[in-house]
Structures are given as C-alpha cells and as structure tokens.
C-alpha cells in the first residue's frame, strides 16, 4: 500500500481516536461535580443532564479539532446538498428498510440475549424527573448526536474512503459505527442500520439522506421513552411492526437488484477490508473498540 491510503486512513483513525478520548476526559470531569452534587442536592437527574453535558462539549470540541486538523488530510469532499437527488419514495423505501432491518435485528439479538441476560446491557436513555435533563437528552440524541457522527462517519471517514471502492467505503464505516457504541445489542442493528445510510449518501453524493433518516430514527425512539399511555404505545408496537413487514418484503425486492447493487458498489480495483487496518492508528482504534465492547459485557457480568 502506498503512503497516500496509509496518510489518509490515519487521519481517519486518529478522528475518531481523539472523540473517544475528548469524551472520556470531559465525562470524567463532569462526572465528578455531577455525583457530589447529585448527592448534595438529591436531583439524581442532574447526573443525566451532566453526562448530555459532557456529550455535547465533547463533540463540538472533536468537531472542531478534526475539522480544522484531520478532515483536510482524508481528502475526502463533505456535502450536505445532494449532487443527485433521490425521489421521496425512494427514501422512504430505504428508510422502511433499514429502520425495519434494524428492528428486526434487535429483536433477534434481544431473544439471544436471554441466554445470557447479564452479558447484554445498553445505555439507559430513559427520562427523568428534571425537566433540563430531559429537554439536553432529546437534543442530544435527535439533534447534536445525529448531526456529529453523521460528519464524522458518514463524512470525514465514509467520504475519505470513497475513492478506493464505494463497497469498501461503506463496510470499514459500518463496521467502526458499530462498534462506537461499545456494545453487542446496538453493535449488530446499528451495522445493517448504518449500510443503508451509508449507501443513500453514496448514491445522492450528501450527507443529508443519512442525516434525515438518523434523525427519525432517534426521534421515534425517544418519542417511546416519553410515551406512558398504554394505548398510543400499543398503537406504536403495530406500526413498528408493519414497518419490520414492510422491510422483509423489501429486502427481498431488493436481492433480485442485487447485480446492479454489485455493479455500483463493487470494483475491480477496490480495497479490501482489512487494508484499512494496515496501520498503527487504525490498529490502535480497532483494539480500543473492541476493549471497551469487552469491557462493557464484563461490568454486566460483575
């Protein structure tokens, strides 16, 4: 490999590198005036709005830092405006797709969870009793979450990529999606979830179809966590699972398309996978992932 693919999956890899340890100093400090308020005060809540805190200093510091210093060396062209514009019913459709991909996907590793029911834990993301925790909770997870790793996968790492192989692009940014959020639960929806945004964005040459459907995504899930009405939650369960039909029958579609998808997504010339990880940084960011995944079943366990 010449040192050109080496400079730029680097940059990519120290990105992403320097979000994970920007987030862990800001939550550390954070986190320690958060608890001895929390306990001084009694408003448990305050540790929810603290953390949404530290997320957000968090990404606008990495956003900053890697636009000034790492985006330019990937090389890669970041837009938000789509060269080619994709049809509204084309975007639902992949949408019904991947958001019903990922339901379906959940439900699975949820079922095998219940072998191991400790060995499986997500983030809690549930409401709480302050109004300010909840109102920094839905704006970080619908609004300043989805805008970040939008730009900072789907952008400076998927469009960095992109010149050696649109497949290849898409698999290394999935792959390291997934695995950004540390455990096995997300990490295996979110990968299917994050091919199919990576591929409207490819298709549109924008950031936005993947940003769009972020958003409604995260929005809907939040919208479950607020809902206490056990009619309107029953009438969310059977939409939820039209959409898991709806995804299925899709798919399907989908795999008779499969020689144009090989077509758009698959050169002769493209990268291999592990190419991407032909580099200190790359390494080093691949073994912090997969520790931190580690990590997080082993203080399920504990």
């Given at each position: 490999m010449t040192d050109r693919p080496k400079r730029i999956f680097k940059s990519i890899s120290i990105s992403i590198l320097l979000y994970l340890l920007i987030s862990l100093i800001v939550s550390f400090a954070m986190l320690s005036i958060a608890y001895p308020f929390a306990i001084r005060t009694g408003n448990i809540g305050a540790i929810t709005a603290f953390s949404e805190i530290a997320m957000l200093v968090s990404?606008?510091?990495?956003?900053?830092?890697?636009?000034?210093?790492?985006?330019?060396?990937?090389?890669?062209?970041?837009?938000?405006?789509?060269?080619?514009?994709?049809?509204?019913?084309?975007?639902?459709?992949?949408?019904?797709?991947?958001?019903?991909?990922?339901?379906?996907?959940?439900?699975?590793?949820?079922?095998?969870?219940?072998?191991?029911?400790?060995?499986?834990?997500?983030?809690?993301?549930?409401?709480?009793?302050?109004?300010?925790?909840?109102?920094?909770?839905?704006?970080?997870?619908?609004?300043?979450?989805?805008?970040?790793?939008?730009?900072?996968?789907?952008?400076?790492?998927?469009?960095?990529?992109?010149?050696?192989?649109?497949?290849?692009?898409?698999?290394?940014?999935?792959?390291?999606?997934?695995?950004?959020?540390?455990?096995?639960?997300?990490?295996v929806p979110i990968f299917f979830f994050s091919l199919i945004l990576c591929y409207a964005d490819i298709r549109t040459g924008s950031l936005l179809p993947g940003l769009i459907f972020h958003i409604v995504n995260n929005a809907v899930a939040q919208m479950t966590l607020f809902i206490a009405q056990e009619s309107v939650l029953i009438l969310l369960a059977l939409l939820m699972l039209i959409v898991m039909i709806a995804a299925v029958v899709l798919f399907i579609l989908e795999l008779k398309q499969k020689a144009r998808y090989r077509a758009e997504l698959i050169g002769p010339y493209d990268f291999h996978f592990s190419a991407f990880f032909n580099n200190w940084a790359s390494i080093t960011l691949l073994v912090v992932l997969i520790i931190s995944m580690a990590l997080n079943v082993i203080a399920s366990l504990v």
């Open positions: 990404m606008l510091i990495c956003w900053l830092l890697v636009r000034s210093f790492f985006q330019p060396k990937t090389e890669g062209e970041i837009r938000w405006k789509p060269i080619t514009p994709m049809p509204a019913k084309t975007m639902i459709r992949y949408y019904i797709l991947g958001s019903g991909g990922m339901m379906i996907l959940s439900m699975i590793v949820s079922l095998i969870s219940l072998l191991l029911p400790r060995a499986f834990s997500t983030p809690d993301f549930s409401p709480t009793a302050d109004p300010l925790s909840n109102l920094l909770l839905v704006f970080t997870s619908v609004i300043a979450a989805p805008l970040f790793e939008e730009y900072l996968f789907r952008g400076v790492c998927m469009m960095g990529l992109k010149r050696y192989g649109n497949g290849f692009s898409i698999l290394v940014t999935s792959f390291l999606f997934a695995l950004m959020h540390g455990n096995i639960p997300q990490a």
